[in-house]
């Protein structure tokens, strides 16, 4: 591997990498996509696994190289981020402060039950304003501070200039992969939240990939917003890196289509992507992101936006914890797409 920048900045190893690049046939013949391929970052490793583990690899050395001894960080109650920072401090020694900013549920569920048993201090902020926690966090901060503590704040998703530059490394890791499978893919495709994920592809297409397109489906902010929003977190990764390069909302197809009433609410579509990912290829997604994202590949596929001639990477950026706190809506998907192939079989016996 020849160095890069990306070398110079510190990075304290946490995730099990490179994570393996699969061929989905099956699944790809399902949504019109023949030489699709998963990326699978699910299998990051850290609890679970999931993207925030590359993410956090910068953020958490540039925390202990602070001397930090609580990471500060929020989401919401099934917040992927949330439990997998809870988990880099554990493993650090650090304790773990989470805000989530929904109500505390009846039954705790999912990534709630791990960051529970990670040790982490959960305190709710119901339907508070992404200020309103920014703010809360940066008090707990000072209160932490002032008993003697070094606190270190990761924002929303990690998704800073620094936390972004996982990302871009795991496009090198792509990059070395689609080499050795003498791959070109076309497009690469990921879930979209608080877009550190998309601006670290768009920097390190920009650098490792060139003709692949960066391709966002959006789960929570509207498109114009996050294709703005991803150009500045990868423009000031790029001058973090002493890269010269900027990015402005044109470096990436961003898509809200697939967002349905909103951010973490299951649509028909996304259970639908979830069901064939489970019995084409035995992935497991969510229905908060990768679900959602899904649905978006094969949405793009039907538009004709993604080619059946072209290779196509779908990052698998982890989620499934959340998928049990939405056992009811999963048990119903299941019955009802097995009941749907049931009938196909008749119909087929039949003919
Ligand atoms: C499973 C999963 N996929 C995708 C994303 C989106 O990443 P980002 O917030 O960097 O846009 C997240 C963010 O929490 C996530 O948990």
Same mark, same amino acid.
């Given at each position: 591997?020849?160095?890069?920048?990306?070398?110079?900045?510190?990075?304290?190893?946490?995730?099990?990498?490179?994570?393996?690049?699969?061929?989905?046939?099956?699944?790809?013949?399902?949504?019109?996509?023949?030489?699709?391929?998963?990326?699978?970052?699910d299998c990051t490793g850290l609890a679970m696994?999931?993207?925030?583990?590359?993410? &956090?690899?910068?953020?958490?050395?540039?925390?202990?190289?602070?001397?930090?001894?609580?990471?500060?960080?929020?989401? !919401?109650?099934?917040?992927?981020?949330?439990?997998?920072?809870?988990?880099?401090?554990c493993r650090l020694g650090m304790r773990a402060?989470?805000?989530?900013?929904?109500?505390?549920?009846?039954?705790?569920?999912?990534?709630?039950?791990?960051?529970?048993?990670?040790?982490?201090?959960?305190?709710?902020?119901?339907?508070?304003?992404?200020?309103?926690?920014?703010?809360?966090?940066?008090?707990?901060?000072?209160?932490?501070?002032?008993?003697?503590?070094?606190?270190?704040?990761?924002?929303?998703?990690?998704?800073?200039?620094?936390?972004?530059?996982?990302?871009?490394?795991?496009?090198?890791?792509?990059?070395?992969?689609?080499?050795?499978?003498?791959?070109?893919?076309?497009?690469?495709?990921?879930?979209?939240?608080?877009? !550190?994920?998309?601006?670290?592809?768009?920097?390190?297409?920009?650098?490792?990939?060139?003709?692949?397109?960066?391709?966002?489906?959006?789960?929570?902010p509207p498109a114009a917003r996050a294709r703005?929003?991803?150009?500045?977190?990868?423009?000031?990764?790029?001058?973090?890196?002493?890269?010269?390069?900027?990015?402005?909302?044109?470096?990436?197809?961003?898509?809200?289509?697939?967002?349905?009433?909103?951010?973490?609410?299951?649509?028909?579509?996304?259970?639908?992507?979830?069901?064939?990912?489970?019995?084409?290829?035995?992935?497991? &997604?969510?229905?908060?992101?990768?679900?959602?994202? &899904?649905? !978006?590949?094969?949405?793009?596929?039907?538009?004709?936006?993604?080619?059946?001639?072209?290779?196509?990477?779908?990052?698998?950026? !982890?989620?499934?914890?959340?998928?049990?706190?939405?056992?009811?809506?999963?048990?119903?998907?299941?019955?009802?797409?097995?009941?749907?192939?049931?009938?196909?079989?008749?119909?087929?016996?039949?003919?």
């Amino acid at each position: 591997m020849t160095m890069h920048p990306l070398d110079a900045i510190r990075r304290l190893p946490l995730a099990h990498l490179p994570t393996p690049l699969e061929p989905a046939p099956r699944l790809g013949a399902a949504l019109g996509l023949p030489q699709l391929w998963v990326k699978r970052d699910d299998c990051t490793g850290l609890a679970m696994g999931g993207n925030k583990a590359r993410k &956090l690899e910068y953020l958490v050395a540039d925390a202990v190289a602070q001397g930090a001894t609580v990471l500060i960080t929020t989401g !919401g109650v099934q917040s992927n981020h949330a439990r997998m920072t809870a988990a880099a401090a554990c493993r650090l020694g650090m304790r773990a402060l989470l805000f989530l900013s929904d109500d505390p549920p009846p039954e705790p569920q999912g990534n709630l039950v791990l960051d529970r048993l990670f040790g982490a201090e959960v305190r709710f902020l119901p339907d508070a304003r992404l200020s309103e926690v920014d703010t809360a966090m940066a008090e707990a901060a000072r209160d932490l501070a002032a008993l003697g503590e070094i606190p270190y704040i990761i924002p929303v998703g990690g998704s800073t200039s620094r936390g972004c530059l996982g990302y871009a490394r795991a496009v090198r890791e792509l990059a070395e992969q689609v080499d050795g499978a003498q791959i070109q893919p076309a497009a690469m495709v990921a879930a979209v939240g608080s877009c !550190g994920t998309l601006a670290g592809l768009m920097l390190g297409g920009r650098c490792f990939l060139p003709h692949c397109q960066v391709v966002g489906i959006s789960v929570s902010p509207p498109a114009a917003r996050a294709r703005t929003q991803a150009a500045r977190i990868a423009t000031d990764a790029a001058s973090l890196l002493g890269v010269a390069e900027s990015f402005g909302p044109e470096d990436c197809l961003l898509f809200d289509d697939w967002l349905g009433p909103g951010y973490g609410i299951p649509t028909p579509a996304s259970l639908a992507a979830i069901a064939a990912a489970a019995r084409t290829e035995g992935l497991i &997604l969510d229905p908060v992101y990768t679900g959602k994202a &899904l649905a !978006g590949v094969r949405g793009l596929a039907e538009r004709g936006v993604l080619s059946p001639d072209a290779s196509v990477v779908f990052w698998h950026t !982890g989620g499934a914890p959340a998928l049990f706190a939405f056992a009811d809506l999963m048990r119903e998907e299941a019955m009802r797409t097995t009941e749907d192939a049931r009938q196909a079989q008749t119909r087929k016996c039949k003919t």
